[in-house]
């Protein structure tokens, strides 16, 4: 007998690869992992396709025929999105949000569509626009809103079979040079230089990839529990003060002696260090700074919003600090 099917959207991604590998790492497979991506002929892409039990198929997003096609048959469909840093760097953060809108928009369609599905996780991020009136837009948190709001509205009912998933910041931003911390010589440190109050909690999700798999996991296997529900993907919630300190002693315990120092910087400031990546990462802090601990209980639709702690999996999350160290 065959295997149902579980589809992952951008599956060489830090997400969608997370969860094909929690999926693919079990002793007795109890899905066919179909993998969707842009470009079957990488070589990630080969190596993925030479696992048994995996098949990688080719997907335009663009295309609302090309994902209908490729969801056909799925019972579990995990999706996410990327704003496109191409089309961020070429045309800016409007285009990129037009742009990864319309994908979203095009999977939330094709699983409306898809006859067999049971289950879907959309990866998403609140709608800070409306929730502050205006004031705050973040354009790589609203390009996942059109879905959401496709989903939540569609008479099918598909709310009821999709998990919305909020996943905190990347630990692996480190490595970006936005957030790699600022080598200062004559003061023996490096500073880690944000534009938020250093006793402000933002939402962390430490190792993307990994606790991305892990909750997807533990979503998909209580969907009792899982279904029409919010859940707030973080393995806590870290200040800017506290994760200089994280760095610094991952960074000791790799026999790296740094002092890592927090330094918070204005909104303006930053803008003016990294100009457009700046306003589009400052504007996401100006949101963690103003909101805090309830930077993810907003825009739920009065949907219940469940935690990793709720979903049994809290103690087995995972921090990335140590894969950073080559970064310090
Ligand atoms: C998984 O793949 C292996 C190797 O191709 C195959 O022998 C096995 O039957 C597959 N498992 C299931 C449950 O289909
Ligand atoms: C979805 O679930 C909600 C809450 O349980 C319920 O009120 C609603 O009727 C359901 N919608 C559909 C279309 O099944
Ligand atoms: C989400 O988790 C963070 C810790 O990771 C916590 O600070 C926050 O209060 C949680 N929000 C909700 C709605 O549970």
Redesign the pocket.
């Known amino acids: 007998m065959s295997l149902p099917v579980l589809t992952v959207c951008a599956a060489l991604g830090r997400q969608g690869a997370g969860v094909v590998s929690a999926f693919t790492s079990e002793a007795s497979p109890q899905y066919h992992v179909r993998a969707l991506t842009s470009n079957p002929e990488s070589a990630a892409a080969r190596e993925l396709a030479s696992k048994p039990n995996v098949s990688v198929v080719k997907v335009d997003l663009h295309s609302l025929d090309s994902v209908v096609a490729a969801f056909e048959g799925s019972t579990l469909i995990f999706a996410n999105t990327v704003f496109p840093p191409d089309v961020f760097v070429k045309d800016g953060a409007a285009k990129a949000e037009e742009a990864e809108a319309s994908h979203g928009l095009n999977i939330a369609r094709a699983a409306a569509k898809t006859s067999s599905l049971k289950h879907l996780i959309w990866s998403t991020l609140p709608d800070v626009l409306s929730e502050t009136g205006g004031k705050l837009n973040i354009p790589h948190f609203q390009s996942k809103i059109p879905a959401e709001r496709y989903i939540l509205e569609h008479?099918?009912?598909l709310?009821?079979k999709t998990t919305f998933l909020r996943l905190g910041l990347y630990g692996s931003v480190i490595e970006r040079p936005t957030y790699t911390p600022v080598k200062v010589d004559a003061a023996n440190a490096r500073l880690l230089i944000l534009p938020i109050d250093p006793d402000a909690v933002f939402p962390f999700i430490g190792d993307e990839t990994f606790n991305t798999g892990l909750l997807a996991k533990a979503i998909f296997s209580q969907p009792d529990k899982t279904t029409?529900t919010y859940v707030n993907g973080t393995i806590e919630a870290v200040t800017g003060r506290r994760w200089a300190s994280n760095l610094e002693k991952a960074a000791k315990a790799h026999g790296k002696d740094v002092r890592i120092v927090f330094l918070q910087s204005t909104l303006s400031g930053f803008e003016q260090l990294w100009g457009a990546t700046g306003t589009e990462i400052g504007i996401m802090f100006q949101f963690w700074n103003d909101y805090s601990e309830h930077s993810y209980d907003i825009s739920t639709a009065g949907r219940v919003v469940l935690t990793p702690r709720d979903l049994g999996v809290a103690d087995q999350l995972r921090g990335n600090e140590d894969a950073m160290v080559q970064f310090l």
Do not use: L, P, V, Y
């Open positions: 008479e099918s009912g709310a009821n029409g």
